[in-house]
């Protein structure tokens, strides 16, 4: 490969909550290992990879300058979006009006729901549910509403369209939260799926906010298909969150971007997350996005894709074989297992806590489930290089199952 994914990097004391955060957030955080094991971070969800080189040459160019003042995005920045969406996802008619800068997707969402709700509204999403959506809903004064994602005979996670259909009326629903990629099972949407979960909404007007911060990050033979793609409607009630944070692992820097077609909606939203006067772009963050949507980025992200597609080839099939009890739809975007315990904790007389105790004390830093809306479930991150993921899953073959 051209770019380095096998290098195992000392991320101590370089500001990093996946190692140095280990034990300092009862509940939220692993525990720290016991003494004689190193840490490998398979939580929260970064990745344990050198980013690609244009990155950290765009800002190094712009910190060489030493001034750092008021500033407004360059044409550049939003050709680089446009080409992006265009190249990646196939995306056409995209305008710098209709691109908006957010601090965070988390933020983006809560300005489209303030836009869209009233305080006290019931809010759909799909569980197991990514634990941002469920802790913001819950802060600002909304509800969720959760629809169960089903396993089929495939073992593949599907929505309910029944389920939400009668949870919509029954709830009288305005908005709903999509997250595609599905964070934390994995799920690709399909073309057909997106259709019919769109119709859906338009049949009881409801406004949709498409978080597809993982869209980039599909394993290979699968394609992510953008919301907002699938019908002149679901591009006019779709408000669609994007960022490079999750692609190229910028999280530290914050910077991400709505995509709005709708006039209406766009406006509304873009007023509502000026009212704080805190959501403005800063500088470097917006040439890292430039230095990561360059060429050097597209060939970087289809090798990362490669080895998240052996590295999670590897994982399921190592789970299967040898872990009885545990059960694991393997993923067809994101780095994420979603792996329910429930029948290993049973047979074994162990609860979920036991188990994620004993995979702590080793170094294997995998994360509560609870949170997410899995009871007796455990999310593992596989951002690492591979040798990495070997020996997490040899020291949890010798000293946990």
Request: glycine share 8%; aromatic share 12%; with cysteine.
């Given at each position: 490969?051209?770019?380095?994914f096998t290098s195992i990097m000392d991320r101590r004391g370089k500001d990093s909550i996946a190692v140095d955060g280990l034990g300092q957030n009862p509940g939220f955080a692993p525990e720290a290992p016991k003494d004689g094991f190193s840490i490998i971070p398979m939580w929260v969800a970064d990745m344990n990879f050198p980013t690609v080189p244009t990155i950290p040459e765009a800002l190094a160019k712009r910190?060489?300058?030493?001034?750092?003042?008021?500033?407004?995005?360059?044409?550049?920045?939003?050709?680089?979006?446009?080409?992006?969406?265009?190249?990646?996802?196939?995306?056409?008619?995209?305008?710098?009006?209709?691109?908006?800068?957010?601090?965070?997707?988390?933020?983006?969402?809560?300005?489209?729901?303030?836009?869209?709700?009233?305080?006290?509204?019931?809010?759909?999403?799909?569980?197991?549910?990514?634990?941002?959506?469920?802790?913001?809903?819950?802060?600002?004064?909304?509800?969720?509403?959760?629809?169960?994602?089903?396993?089929?005979?495939?073992?593949?996670?599907?929505?309910?369209?029944?389920?939400?259909?009668?949870?919509?009326?029954?709830?009288?629903?305005?908005?709903?939260?999509?997250?595609?990629?599905?964070?934390?099972?994995?799920?690709?949407?399909?073309?057909?799926?997106?259709?019919?979960?769109?119709?859906?909404?338009?049949?009881?007007?409801?406004?949709?906010?498409?978080?597809?911060?993982?869209?980039?990050?599909?394993?290979?033979?699968?394609?992510?298909?953008?919301?907002?793609?699938?019908?002149?409607?679901?591009?006019?009630?779709?408000?669609?969150?994007?960022?490079?944070?999750?692609?190229?692992?910028?999280?530290?820097?914050?910077?991400?971007?709505?995509?709005?077609?709708?006039?209406?909606?766009?406006?509304?939203?873009?007023?509502?997350?000026?009212?704080?006067?805190?959501?403005?772009?800063?500088?470097?963050?917006?040439?890292?996005?430039?230095?990561?949507?360059?060429?050097?980025?597209?060939?970087?992200?289809?090798?990362?894709?490669?080895?998240?597609?052996?590295?999670?080839?590897?994982?399921?099939?190592?789970?299967?074989?040898?872990?009885?009890?545990?059960?694991?739809?393997?993923?067809?975007?994101?780095?994420?297992?979603?792996?329910?315990?429930?029948?290993?904790?049973?047979?074994?007389?162990?609860?979920?806590?036991?188990?994620?105790?004993?995979?702590?004390?080793?170094?294997?830093?995998?994360?509560?489930?609870?949170?997410?809306?899995?009871?007796?479930?455990?999310?593992?991150?596989?951002?690492?290089?591979?040798?990495?993921?070997?020996?997490?899953?040899?020291?949890?073959?010798?000293?946990?199952?």
């Amino acid at each position: 490969m051209k770019y380095d994914f096998t290098s195992i990097m000392d991320r101590r004391g370089k500001d990093s909550i996946a190692v140095d955060g280990l034990g300092q957030n009862p509940g939220f955080a692993p525990e720290a290992p016991k003494d004689g094991f190193s840490i490998i971070p398979m939580w929260v969800a970064d990745m344990n990879f050198p980013t690609v080189p244009t990155i950290p040459e765009a800002l190094a160019k712009r910190a060489a300058h030493p001034a750092y003042g008021y500033f407004s995005p360059t044409e550049e920045y939003f050709d680089s979006i446009i080409r992006w969406q265009e190249k990646r996802n196939g995306v056409s008619g995209l305008k710098a009006e209709h691109i908006g800068y957010e601090n965070g997707v988390l933020g983006g969402v809560l300005s489209a729901l303030n836009v869209l709700c009233s305080k006290g509204d019931q809010v759909l999403v799909h569980s197991p549910t990514y634990v941002g959506f469920s802790m913001s809903l819950e802060n600002n004064g909304y509800h969720a509403v959760h629809s169960p994602l089903r396993l089929d005979e495939e073992n593949i996670w599907r929505m309910d369209f029944a389920d939400m259909e009668e949870k919509i009326i029954k709830n009288r629903i305005h908005a709903a939260i999509l997250c595609s990629p599905h964070n934390p099972c994995g799920r690709v949407w399909e073309r057909r799926e997106l259709e019919r979960f769109m119709e859906l909404c338009r049949k009881y007007d409801v406004y949709v906010i498409s978080d597809e911060i993982w869209s980039d990050l599909t394993l290979e033979g699968y394609e992510h298909i953008p919301t907002q793609m699938v019908s002149e409607d679901a591009r006019q009630r779709t408000a669609a969150f994007y960022s490079p944070s999750k692609t190229f692992n910028l999280a530290g820097l914050v910077g991400s971007y709505h995509i709005i077609y709708n006039t209406w909606l766009r406006d509304r939203i873009e007023k509502e997350s000026s009212l704080s006067h805190y959501n403005e772009m800063n500088v470097m963050s917006m040439h890292a996005l430039i230095g990561a949507y360059k060429p050097e980025g597209y060939e970087w992200v289809d090798e990362l894709r490669q080895m998240l597609t052996r590295n999670v080839e590897y994982a399921c099939e190592h789970i299967r074989n040898h872990y009885e009890g545990i059960q694991v739809s393997r993923p067809q975007g994101t780095y994420m297992l979603f792996l329910d315990c429930s029948g290993w904790c049973s047979g074994h007389g162990k609860t979920i806590q036991d188990l994620l105790k004993s995979g702590w004390d080793v170094g294997v830093a995998w994360q509560d489930g609870a949170m997410f809306g899995g009871p007796c479930h455990i999310r593992m991150n596989l951002a690492l290089p591979f040798s990495l993921v070997q020996e997490a899953f040899a020291r949890l073959d010798q000293y946990v199952f």
